[in-house]
């Protein structure tokens, strides 16, 4: 795949039907049973951080794990918040769900449910450290690895109503699997540099989470005064059927490699041109299968 027809929106629309699969379901269910739990006595206010492109709010809603909700999105990329909004209109239309917009507002109406949503774009750091609103639920989708977890748990804690709730998910775990083999030495020197980079990566200066952060969030949630309620695996398992991936699953692959080539660049004394473009080949023919070990949280402050 060459490098331009990487369109970060695109993967992420590729990737939800993986997401799809690989959300714990036990998890979900006990953060639905909570959600209607505090409906009996209250409005429910949501915020999402790193909404990214709306899917997290399209899966919920289509699968009916929430009750009236008033659903905050926030980004930092404005591209990506046009994007979430261009989708949800669409995903309203095809699912016969009554759609008005006010006051910069999206107003959906499902049966006998009403989802109003507002959109920010913002540094979710900054969000939380400034926001005076107090939330029911804090949702963070593949997000955690991507910033300083321990620092921002406390803000985001700092935000939530009293018992409030946080729901992340997709939290990388440290493993990450690609077959068939190519060679077993090279495959595994080069997840390990992967994961090597990962964790030495800075992102606008600050560092990461890096890639344990799954396990990490035991300690990271308890420390900042949390309380795990539920959590388990959400393993990413993408695989073709006949020589064929699911929906747009063969992009999706096509991107994780060009992450594997893009991270290691400059980074690593070995070349590695010809294991990329091996499964490239692979994914076109319908041959990869790809593993990323995930963990899913949801608990209570």
């Known amino acids: ?37 505090v409906t009996k006595e209250k409005s429910l206010h949501i ?34 918040i046009f ?22 507002k999206f107003i959906l109406k499902k049966r006998d449910k009403k989802f109003e949503i507002d959109f920010c774009v913002a540094d979710a750091t900054r969000f939380f450290s400034r926001t005076s609103k107090k939330y029911d639920l804090v949702i963070a989708h593949a997000f955690l690895d991507l910033v ?26 440290g ?34 989470s890096g890639t344990n952060v799954g396990r990490n969030l035991f300690s990271y949630i308890h420390n900042a005064g949390g309380e795990i309620m539920e959590a388990g695996s959400s393993d990413w398992t993408v695989f073709p059927s006949g020589n064929r991936y699911s929906h747009r699953e063969n992009y999706f692959l096509h ?17 590695i041109d010809s294991w990329i473009a091996a499964r490239h080949d692979q994914i076109k023919n319908g041959e990869l299968v790809y593993i990323a070990h995930q963990l899913d949280f949801f608990g209570t402050v």
């Open 1 to 37: 795949m060459n490098k331009q027809l990487f369109n970060f929106i695109d993967y992420l629309e590729s990737k939800k039907t993986v997401d799809d699969r690989a959300l714990n379901r036990v998890v979900l269910k006990k953060m639905c049973d909570y959600l209607y739990e």
């Open 47 to 80: 915020v999402e951080m790193a909404a990214g492109i709306g899917t997290m709010l399209e899966r919920l809603i289509d699968w009916d794990l929430l009750p009236s909700t008033t659903y905050t999105m926030v980004d930092v990329s404005e591209e990506y």
């Open 83 to 104: 994007r979430a909004k261009e989708r949800i209109q669409i995903w309203a239309k095809r699912k016969n769900v009554d759609f008005t917009e006010r006051n910069e």
């Open 148 to 173: 300083d977890t321990e620092e921002l748990l406390p803000f985001l804690f700092g935000a939530l109503n009293d018992k409030g709730a946080f729901y992340f998910s997709i939290n990388f775990d």
């Open 175 to 208: 493993e990450t699997i690609f077959l068939p083999q190519i060679s077993a030495n090279l495959d595994q020197k080069i997840v390990y540099d992967y994961h090597r980079v990962m964790d030495e990566q800075q992102i606008k200066g600050k560092s990461v």
């Open 255 to 271: 991107c994780i490699i060009d992450t594997v080539s893009q991270t290691l660049k400059n980074q690593i004394n070995y070349n």
